[in-house]
């Protein structure tokens, strides 16, 4: 069965610098979506992305962040400058429509 | 803006027993429902969904009925096993955006 994958599972980092979470949706799905879960919090949207640009972010993904679908197969999620705060487990999700999304398995991101 | 709460937990069970997770929303909408459950050490997974009022959504003896008069969508399962063990989220999908708002999560442990 086909699922979305996601590298690397963890990541360990020094506050300020840059990190990219990858992401590999499934194939035949138009849209795709970056969420977020702080340990003992919710799940939260980051953003969501169809046609080749975001269709809608939240208030969370400020101008740190940066999403891209450099090929046709993977999909990024981009955070510039790194803050303790950014970490969390990072969700990729994908859908073939506006229905049932599919996750990845997440990447835990550590700021130091 | 849209929300779901559920059930506080964390909830023990003994196998065999029957299990109730609590799930109501708010939204302006008619959003579509759904039961995600994530397992030890692995990313979010879809239990089963509902698109709309009295729809009942199901998997692996998983239950969960869209009640639009009370705004709630209440998981259930009449006998549980030890492999149940896991976190469970509730989300709401609203049709003008497309993203998953979640619960808290509520952690089930099944003890044999």
């Known amino acids: 069965e086909p699922e979305v994958t996601q590298t690397p599972s963890h990541q360990v980092t020094q506050m300020g610098q840059e990190v990219i979470l990858r992401c590999v949706p499934i194939?035949?799905?138009?849209?795709f979506y970056w969420y977020r879960q702080i340990l003992g919090q919710k799940v939260e949207f980051l953003v969501s992305?169809?046609?080749?640009?975001?269709?809608?972010k939240s208030e969370i993904f400020d101008d740190q962040f940066s999403v891209e679908r450099p090929d046709g197969s993977n999909f990024t999620l981009k955070i510039r400058s790194t803050k303790l705060e950014d970490s969390a487990m990072y969700f990729c999700?994908?859908?073939?429509?506006?229905?049932?999304?599919?996750f990845g398995p997440g990447t835990r991101l550590t700021v130091l | 803006g849209d929300s779901v709460t559920q059930m506080e937990g964390p909830v023990t069970l003994s196998e065999e027993a029957f299990l109730t997770i609590n799930c109501t929303y708010t939204?302006?909408?008619?959003?579509?429902l759904f039961w995600y459950v994530q397992y030890p050490g692995e990313g979010l997974q879809l239990l089963l969904k509902?698109?709309?009022?009295?729809d009942k959504g199901s998997n692996k003896g998983f239950e969960a009925t869209y009640r639009k008069e009370t705004t709630s969508f209440h998981l259930e399962k009449g006998s549980v096993q030890v492999s149940d063990s896991a976190v469970y989220f509730c989300?709401?999908?609203?049709?003008?955006?497309?993203?998953?708002?979640f619960g808290a999560g509520t952690t089930v442990t099944v003890r044999a």
């Open positions: 999700a994908s859908s073939e429509s506006t229905d049932t999304q599919y």
């Open positions: 939204a302006t909408g008619y959003p579509s």
């Open positions: 509902a698109t709309k009022a009295d």
């Open positions: 992305f169809y046609n080749n640009e975001i269709s809608e």
């Open positions: 194939s035949n799905h138009l849209y």
């Open positions: 989300a709401l999908s609203d049709v003008s955006d497309y993203k998953l708002s």
